[in-house]
């Protein structure tokens, strides 16, 4: 949401010499006659508005910015279960290959007055988005964090304990007001984002979503997984962690960090351990 400042109610305000500017702002969590920015005052807090000093920029949508891409429409359709009422579209193409055509996977052939059944994601699809939520939602908790209480958010990760602590701290006093953890289950794979989301939350006080807690397991290897050795004895066991770097499918195995010049054999592998892969997002904020 934009705002437009048009005036302040007290000249101490931060805002009083930027009449007539334009700042992007979001509902305060606890002060429903103020807005938040991303500005901070001279106090080192975030930025407040209050209503009564703005006004609200209504965006005019145009039709340009409205269009939907194939995919969307046919994924829409697909979600609410959309019966086809023309049956086969124009030059014999039906709901299936147009689906195909924009990328969204179906499960038979729609003709007129048959409804389309939304394929079932698979637990690897679950996880991706329950992750990339995660990542998202990281950003909007940090900006919570960083209102006009001036927090901070430090994070520590312990790999080896699977855990993760969120600390919320003074950006002037660097004195810590609260802290989270998150431990991962020794059965599950580790997820660092997931992790954060997590410890950030319950240092906030706020409540976790139970897809964080109870994200389906993955099964499928991957570029940049940490993985355990499958055999129960030898180079390869358990108990041995290899962080896959790249993949080779002629010999169907994969290079690994902790030693460049070897590599597991996708036979050899055993359970993913970390699936955080670090840097890889669709998230941009």
């Not at 305000?13 to 002060?31: L, N, Q, R, T």
């Not at 959309?82 to 014999?92: F, H, Q, S, V």
């Not at 993949?247 to 036979?267: L, Q």
């Amino acid at each position: 949401m934009k705002i437009r400042i048009t005036k302040a109610s007290k000249p101490t305000y931060w805002y009083a010499d930027k009449i007539g500017e334009v700042f992007d702002v979001v509902e305060h969590p606890s002060m429903s006659e103020k807005y938040r920015t991303d500005e901070w005052d001279e106090y080192g807090g975030r930025g407040l508005v209050n209503k009564c000093d703005c006004e609200v920029i209504n965006e005019i949508k145009t039709e340009a910015n409205e269009m939907k891409s194939l995919k969307e429409i046919v994924e829409q359709l697909v979600s609410c279960g959309y019966t086809c009422e023309a049956g086969p579209l124009e030059n014999n193409v039906d709901f299936r290959t147009l689906a195909k055509i924009a990328g969204v996977e179906m499960k038979a052939t729609i003709h007129a007055g048959e409804t389309i059944i939304p394929a079932q994601k698979s637990p690897r699809q679950i996880r991706d988005e329950i992750i990339e939520k995660a990542k998202c939602d990281l950003i909007k908790l940090k900006i919570i964090a960083r209102d006009d209480y001036a927090k901070h958010v430090k994070f520590f990760i312990n790999k080896e304990k699977r855990t993760v602590a969120a600390l919320l701290v003074s950006r002037v006093s660097r004195r810590v007001f609260e802290r989270g953890i998150a431990k991962c289950d020794p059965t599950d794979c580790f997820n660092v984002h997931i992790g954060k989301a997590i410890a950030l939350r319950r240092a906030l006080g706020l409540e976790i979503p139970d897809e964080y807690l109870n994200a389906p397991q993955p099964t499928e290897v991957r570029v940049g997984d940490v993985v355990s050795g499958g055999r129960e004895q030898g180079y390869y066991s358990e108990k041995r962690r290899f962080t896959l770097s790249s993949y080779d499918a002629f010999s169907n195995s994969y290079p690994y960090e902790e030693d460049k010049s070897d590599w597991i054999y996708a036979t050899d592998i055993g359970r993913i351990i970390d699936d955080s892969r670090e840097g890889d997002s669709k998230c941009l904020g």
